[in-house]
Each structure stands twice: as C-alpha cells, then as structure tokens.
C-alpha cells in the first residue's frame, strides 16, 4: 500500500509542477490557432525585419522550426507572444532576448520587431476565441 501511496503522490507532485511551468507561458504559447492578430505581425515582421533572425535561424512567414530549433525557436516566439499580448514590457523582451540568445544579430532583430510593434491600443491581452 505504502508503493501505491507514494506513487500517486508522485503523480499529483508531477502534475503540480507541470501547471505550474505551464501557467508562466504565454496566452498562446501551445496552441495558437486563434492567434491570428500575432501571427499576422509575425508574419508581417519576416518582411519588415527581414532577415528576421532567431539564433541560427531565419524566420519566415509562415515559418516552422526544424526539430533541432524547436526549443530555440519556442523560446522566442514565448518572449515574442508575451510582448504582443502586453504581458512584458518592450525593454524586457528586449533584456530576455540578449541574455537567451545573446547574438548581434538576433538582437537587431527584436529591436527591429519591438519598433515595428502596434500600439497596445491596438493588441488585444490574449488571442480571440476559445481554443
């Protein structure tokens, strides 16, 4: 009985942790189908920051990361959601970016992005619709 106990304890600890990451992401960083006024900007920016860049890659419209970016590209488009949806400040995200990617290049590009950004009048707090 102890084995079955400390299991569902360890299940429940996992869970806990797991929601608790989760909570910190932003409103779109798993599933942003509904995002559409972030991933037109996005898209927008390919052309207006181009090259985008992102680390090692080139971000375009409409762009998917290969498996081995995926973590990197994750990370910047949670900074990117977080910045659009308000929910960081434009020096912050600027601050996240140098420290996670710390490259020149990666950093012209998000002042690029950060100058290019809508009004906050203009961005909603989170993607329309229900998921």
Known sequence: MKTKTKSKATTIAAALAAAGLLS???????????????????????????????????ITANYTAPNYAIDLYDQWFDATSRLYYMKTTPQAYLNDIYNYFGDPRTQASAQCLVS????????????????
């Open 24 to 58: 910190g992401c932003a409103p779109d960083a798993w599933q942003n189908v509904k995002a559409t006024g972030l991933n037109g900007f996005i898209n927008q920016m390919t052309v207006d920051c181009a090259p985008l860049v992102v680390g090692s890659q080139v």
């Open 116 to 131: 290019k950004l809508p009004p906050a009048e203009q961005r909603p707090s989170a993607p329309s619709g229900r998921w």
